[in-house]
């Protein structure tokens, strides 16, 4: 079945010790989205890739970073991670814009915890 | 600024029966989409249904239903025959068309009883 895979499912790091969350789609979807979301909270766009053009949030810390080398994978990478990062981070996917309402597919997420 | 409004946090309801989630939104957009995404605790947030702005038929997908009132902006969720496996934090969204940004509710945590 075509999907949103990310790994690890749980990831643990140490206080400032640079870590990358890894998503990719067998969707062939144009877009790819990292959202943050924290416990029974909704969740935040970090930023999104639509296609190779990558669109960041006004109030996305710099902490944050993304890579996104071909169209199947999309990394989240967090330089110098706080306790306040901890939270689970969630990739997704649309066919092209969501201009035209186009759903998002989600991943399962990773849920990262800091040490 | 667009919002996304669910004022309930918590409900429960048994098994077989009926639950109507709410969810209100504030736009000056007259083009939109609305979303119902439902995520069980720790799996994957998927999609239960949508909603055209455009359309006044109230979207329907097998047990769950919306009672969509443009000019109220609500957009209501009809779960029918409730079944266990609905348990699930459940969030409203909405895009405008002009920004392309999915905007999420608070969530309602919704539980079924056996």
């Known amino acids: 079945d075509a999907m949103v895979i990310q790994n690890p499912r749980y990831q643990v790091t140490q206080f400032g010790k640079p870590v990358t969350l890894s998503c990719s789609q067998t969707?062939?979807?144009?877009?790819m989205y990292w959202y943050q979301q924290k416990s029974s909270q909704a969740p935040k766009l970090l930023f999104h890739?639509?296609?190779?053009?990558?669109?960041n949030e006004a109030d996305t810390p710099d902490n944050f970073q993304s890579r996104r080398p071909n169209t199947s994978f999309c990394f989240l990478d967090i330089r110098s991670p706080g306790l306040g990062d901890a939270a689970m981070y969630l990739c997704?996917?649309?066919?092209?814009?969501?201009?035209?309402?186009?759903?998002?597919?989600f991943g399962d997420g990773t849920r990262l915890s800091i040490l | 600024a667009q919002t996304v409004t669910q004022s309930q946090p918590e409900m429960s309801v048994q098994e077989a029966e009926t639950v109507t989630l709410s969810c209100t939104y504030d736009t000056s957009e007259n083009n939109y989409y609305l979303f119902w995404y439902k995520q069980p605790p720790s799996r994957q947030m998927i999609l239960v249904i949508r909603?055209?702005?455009?359309?006044?038929q109230n979207a329907t997908e097998n047990r769950f239903s919306v009672n969509f009132q443009k000019a109220a902006k609500s957009f209501s969720l009809k779960i029918s025959d409730s079944q266990l496996g609905d348990t699930a934090m459940y969030f409203c969204?909405?895009?405008?068309?002009?920004?392309?940004?999915?905007?999420f509710g608070q969530g309602t945590t919704l539980q079924v009883k056996p």
């Open positions: 969204a909405f895009i405008a068309s002009n920004t392309g940004k999915l905007i």
């Open positions: 969707l062939n979807h144009n877009v």
């Open positions: 890739y639509y296609d190779k053009d990558f669109n």
């Open positions: 997704a996917t649309s066919r092209d814009s969501v201009l035209g309402g186009q759903p998002q597919h």
């Open positions: 909603q055209e702005a455009y359309k006044q």
